[in-house]
């Protein structure tokens, strides 16, 4: 179980009170991996320790206008790959039978593209396999971090730190590509419902069976069927 991976994992899901009380222990975890730069990880620290001391409420506000009202923040990691086309939902179904091989059954009603699940996943492989993952997406990674950093967000520090685990140099072109893309205004209701009018699709359980219980945060990071609480039902995206 590579810890730090689920930790990054779990700042990226959606803020509960089980993973704000967690988040001290989850920011010691990151901050002892020398894999990560020193600076990157002294970000993430101050990032989990202000994220243990904020209101809950403010959290989960700050959230979903960030990664649930901008599609170009978006953690479902396809969606900056194929957008709304067929092929979007052909690589959900492959990644889906990818965590099936490898005995990973996602317990959450979000898409398997999610980067915290995705992530779950990774924390469970070799290294060698999370680093050809995570180059992959080495693009993403970058321009998520840069719009992040234009948005003064301090999780900007996670995507930095997956590019820095990923170990790649990202094709240029192509974050200049994304990042030429106008930023969302996530304040502009009738644009949100315009993009999310599609019928939604959901992959794995009932997402109305409710969420487990997660007393032990960290003790659970060690188990690969941990679910972290997922964002409110109505703000999951489409396939």
Not at 34 to 61: N, W
Not at 118 to 129: D, G, V
């Amino acid at each position: 179980m590579d810890r730090t991976l689920k930790a990054l994992s779990l700042i990226l899901s959606y803020p509960s009170r089980e993973l704000q009380e967690a988040m001290p222990e989850i920011g010691g975890v990151i901050a002892a991996d020398p894999r990560i730069a020193a600076d990157t990880r002294a970000a993430l620290r101050t990032l989990a320790d202000g994220f243990a001391k904020a209101d809950l409420y403010d959290l989960q506000e700050s959230y979903v206008m960030l990664f649930d009202r901008s599609r170009t923040l978006s953690l479902n990691l396809f969606e900056h790959v194929h957008g709304e086309s067929r092929d979007r939902g052909g690589a959900m179904v492959s990644l889906i039978e990818t965590y099936r091989e490898g005995g990973f059954e996602p317990a959450t009603s979000e898409l398997p593209d999610h980067l915290p699940v995705l992530l779950e996943f990774l924390s469970t492989r070799p290294f060698a396999e999370v680093q050809e993952t995570l180059a992959d997406a080495a693009h993403i990674l970058d321009a998520l971090a840069a719009r992040l950093v234009r948005r003064d967000s301090g999780y900007a520090a996670a995507f930095a730190a997956l590019s820095q685990l990923a170990d790649t140099q990202a094709d240029a072109e192509a974050v200049a590509d994304m990042l030429a893309q106008p930023d969302d205004d996530p304040t502009d209701l009738a644009a949100l419902d315009a993009v999310w009018e599609e019928t939604e699709v959901t992959f794995g359980p009932d997402p109305n069976a409710g969420c487990p219980q997660v007393r032990d945060m960290l003790a659970a990071m060690d188990k690969p069927g941990f679910n972290p609480t997922p964002a409110p039902q109505q703000l999951n995206r489409s396939a």
